[in-house]
Each structure stands twice: as C-alpha cells, then as structure tokens.
C-alpha cells in the first residue's frame, strides 16, 4: 500500500518508520521550511506532483490539524484522506465553536466566557470567587501556555505577564470553570458514517515534567491508554458527537479531553481532532493488528487487553522550547528488537 502524510512539523516520522517497516510505501511533506529536515534521510520526501493520476492503494493521512482546506481539496479530488478538514481545525482552534458543539451533541462543559480584551478579562477575574482555568486560543494558542490558576490574585499576574510578553498579538482566550477531577481523554475512530468498533480509547496524561505535576510543563511528558467501549465516560462524551459526526462525514480518530468528578461526571474541556502526541505512538503499541491495516481500512484491527504507556525522552534543554537543543549527536541504545516500542519524533539520518 502506499501513504502519503502530510504534516505542518513533521510529527508523523515514527508512524511513517512503522508503516515502513510493514512494508508499505511512504512519502511525508512537511510544510514548515524550518523543520523540513525532520525525518530527512529515514523518510522519503513528497510533493504534490508527485501523486499521480492513479489513486490506487494511496491513502493520504494528515498528522496534524492546520491543514483542513488542503485534506478537504484533496477529498474533493477523491483521495481517501484520513483525519485533517476545515471542521478539525475548528474544533481545536475555535474555542467557542467547540464548547458549543459540545453543548449542542448534549456533553457538559464547565462556564466558560470568551475574550478579546485584557481589560475587560482583568475586571472579571478580579470580580470573581471561583478558581478559573485560562485557556488561550487564536494568534495566542501555541505562544502562551493555558494556566490553572489558584485563585483570582494568581490568574491576574499571570495574564498581566503574557499581556506584557506578547502585547502585539490580539487577545483571544476563555475563562473557564475550573471543575475538580480527573483529567481523561476518551478517542474513538469515525469512518464518516460509524464509530469504529474495538478502537475506542481512554488516555491519562501527564504534561509536568516532574512528578506531582511540578516543574515546567512539556505539553506531554508521559501517558497510559488502555481499550474501552461500553463505559459511563464515553457515553458521556464521544458517543454524544456521532449524530454531529456523522452530519458532516467526519474521518479519522477524535478526542474529548474531560474532567471527570468524583461522582462520575463527565465535563468536556476541549477536542483533539487529529492524533494526540505522545498518545498516539503509545496507542500503537496497543494495536493488535497493523496500523497500515488501520489507516488503509482494510482488515478487521482491534486493541489489546491491558494498558500500554509511554514515556517522552528528549535532549536538554527541553520542555524549555524557546532554547533547541543541540543537533546532529547519535541516538544509541535502540536496537532493531526495540525498534517497535520506539517512536522517533524530531530524528534523522
């Protein structure tokens, strides 16, 4: 079979290696200049011009959101293309629009209110009792971390400092409710028409980069996924967008990421439509059948019993990504037999 990943930073190096060593053909555009060489040399390099009129055999997958009208093209031009649209970008960048989906499929969702100016954000929070979550979005997502604050005092020097770190860029973030719990994020696989059976999966992460949650957060420091189906939460949560799913055709894998009370109830926070990292390579290896089986739709895959979890291992000075880390030095220690418990993420040869 043959797959062609596109990619805004190269993220899908160790699914493209996986697929390799299945023995597929697997080509990778990479639309950032600055990280182009990721995966350089252990990957082969594709472009548009390249596909061919034959659309024998080529699934398209996208590893990322950001590329919706691309993927949303190419689907129009008749390529099977998994995950990526203009509704995956939607649901993960428009805050708004995500809690209103969420409220209209019938989830719960903390309060929450949108912002587009520091000082009517200021004059709320220093109103406020409740301990609030500050969640940026628009031009400020990616550039400025979300913050669960400890109390009004707290939330105000924190937004004050990004104010004054970013003051070009325009204001755009959510106050939210913070609801105590436990964080789960529950995955299922969509074909455009139905949940997937046997792909439904929950996944606790851990984003500090020491234990107890302190220390800088890395996004993703370390995960456990194991297999579900016929629970509560997903009921819950997943479940409750197969009607808005299935309306507008949606494909590939989609996540609610939820707060979960300690009598059992569920509070959708936000969407993750597009593979989560670190989850997803350790989603692989619960796999019990070949992810080019998965992602080309053919055979019958499942997950495993039990949990898998992952770990992410990284050169210093990382989670601080504002300094990189240096390049070129040889990664040892992973031997063949390794090979498919290891997901390389900014490798190359």
């Known amino acids: 079979m043959r797959f062609l990943i596109l990619s805004e930073a190269g993220d899908g190096v160790g699914l493209a290696l996986q697929l390799q060593r299945e023995g597929h053909s697997v080509g990778m555009w990479v639309r950032d200049d600055e990280v182009a060489h990721r995966g350089?040399?252990?990957?082969?390099?594709?472009?548009?011009?390249?596909?061919?009129?034959?659309?024998?055999?080529?699934?398209?997958?996208?590893?990322?959101?950001?590329?919706?009208?691309?993927?949303?093209?190419?689907?129009?031009?008749?390529?099977?293309?998994?995950?990526?649209?203009?509704?995956?970008?939607?649901?993960?960048?428009?805050?708004?629009?995500?809690?209103?989906?969420?409220?209209?499929?019938?989830?719960?969702?903390?309060k929450s209110q949108s912002f587009h100016d520091w000082e009517a954000a200021f004059d709320f929070v220093s109103k406020s009792s409740e301990r609030l979550v500050f969640k940026p979005e628009g031009d400020l997502s990616g550039t400025v971390p979300s913050y669960v604050s400890a109390g009004s005092e707290d939330l105000l020097e924190v937004m004050r400092h990004a104010q004054s770190k970013h003051p070009k860029v325009k204001a755009a973030f959510t106050l939210q409710e913070f609801v105590e719990g436990t964080c789960v994020s529950t995955e299922c696989w969509f074909d455009g028409n139905q949940v997937i059976e046997g792909l439904t999966n929950h996944t606790i992460e851990r984003k500090h980069l020491m234990n107890d949650d302190t220390g800088p957060s890395g996004g993703c420091t370390g995960n456990v996924v194991w297999?579900?189906?016929?629970?509560?939460?997903?009921?819950?949560?997943?479940?409750?967008?197969?009607?808005?799913?299935?309306?507008?055709?949606?494909?590939?894998?989609?996540?609610?990421?939820?707060?979960?009370?300690?009598?059992?109830?569920?509070?959708?926070?936000?969407?993750?439509?597009?593979?989560?990292?670190?989850?997803?390579?350790?989603?692989?290896?619960?796999?019990?059948?070949?992810?080019?089986?998965?992602?080309?739709?053919?055979?019958?895959?499942?997950?495993?019993?039990?949990?898998?979890?992952?770990?992410?291992?990284?050169?210093?000075?990382?989670?601080?990504?504002?300094?990189?880390?240096?390049?070129?030095?040889?990664?040892?220690?992973?031997?063949?037999?390794?090979?498919?418990?290891?997901?390389l993420g900014e490798g190359m040869e």
């Open 40 to 110: 350089v040399g252990l990957v082969e390099r594709s472009t548009f011009d390249k596909l061919g009129d034959s659309l024998d055999e080529l699934t398209i997958i996208a590893d990322c959101t950001g590329l919706g009208t691309l993927c949303d093209m190419l689907r129009g031009a008749g390529y099977p293309v998994i995950g990526g649209s203009r509704l995956a970008d939607k649901l993960e960048m428009d805050r708004g629009y995500a809690q209103d989906t969420m409220e209209r499929s019938g989830i719960r969702t903390p």
């Open 227 to 343: 297999a579900c189906g016929d629970c509560s939460i997903c009921d819950q949560t997943v479940y409750k967008l197969i009607p808005f799913l299935q309306s507008h055709g949606y494909v590939g894998p989609i996540d609610v990421n939820a707060v979960v009370d300690k009598e059992g109830g569920a509070y959708g926070l936000e969407f993750t439509p597009r593979f989560g990292y670190d989850a997803f390579p350790t989603f692989l290896n619960l796999l019990d059948g070949a992810v080019g089986e998965l992602l080309a739709g053919d055979g019958l895959v499942g997950l495993k019993r039990g949990f898998a979890a992952g770990v992410r291992v990284t050169l210093s000075p990382w989670p601080a990504e504002k300094h990189k880390g240096p390049e070129g030095l040889t990664i040892r220690g992973v031997t063949r037999s390794r090979r498919e418990h290891f997901c």
